[in-house]
């Protein structure tokens, strides 16, 4: 197997970070295995889109046309593979493999990601547990500051919550005063990071479209 260049291995690993990319990936089944599948101009708007800029050491994408042979090549070092699907199903078959990079194409991830990620995940979720086992041998103090950790956890958890609720009140209550919705903290759920999850700290949602 040919080496992937560095630059490839770059975007491949931008478009599979999907909480920084915000590239949307699709489940779907392929010989009744699941998989995760895109259509191709989708990813090109991934690497248009300001995240990917964000980050020195990727290629420059000037435009759309260049982020489509940045995709196209990461096609040919077999990062994913062309696909077919029928409308409204999440049946997948497999394209001819010499197909030519489309825009409209459905395309299904070969590529993982950046391996390291979960291999310290793994070892994390070994220590956790060990250290669990060991907690009877724990000094004290030790076992002290996991009781007020936990305390502190469970604050900021009723907190969200609390804030859940009443973004849901906010909204009604603009709904039922000014006939237009608004919210707090609109990227609450949304998948990004966790401070990022708290801007901006208000949106309106869009005005309905009068009928033509």
Known sequence: MTQVPADVLAVANYLRNVGESEFRLRQGFLSGKRVEFFKGKHAVNALLREPY???SGRPEIADRPAGEVMIARLMAHHMFIPASKQPGSTQLGLAPPDTPFSPDQYYIW????????GTLIGVGVLLLTFAGVMFPLWPQFLRQGVYYLSLVL????????????LRIIIW???VLVLGRGGWLFPNLWADVGFFESFVPLWAWDPPKKKNQ
């Open 154 to 165: 469970m604050g900021l958890l009723g907190l969200l919550m609390a804030i859940a609720v």
């Open 172 to 174: 009604f209550a603009l």
């Open 110 to 117: 070969v590529y993982e990601g950046s391996q390291w990620r």
């Open 53 to 55: 800029r964000k980050k």
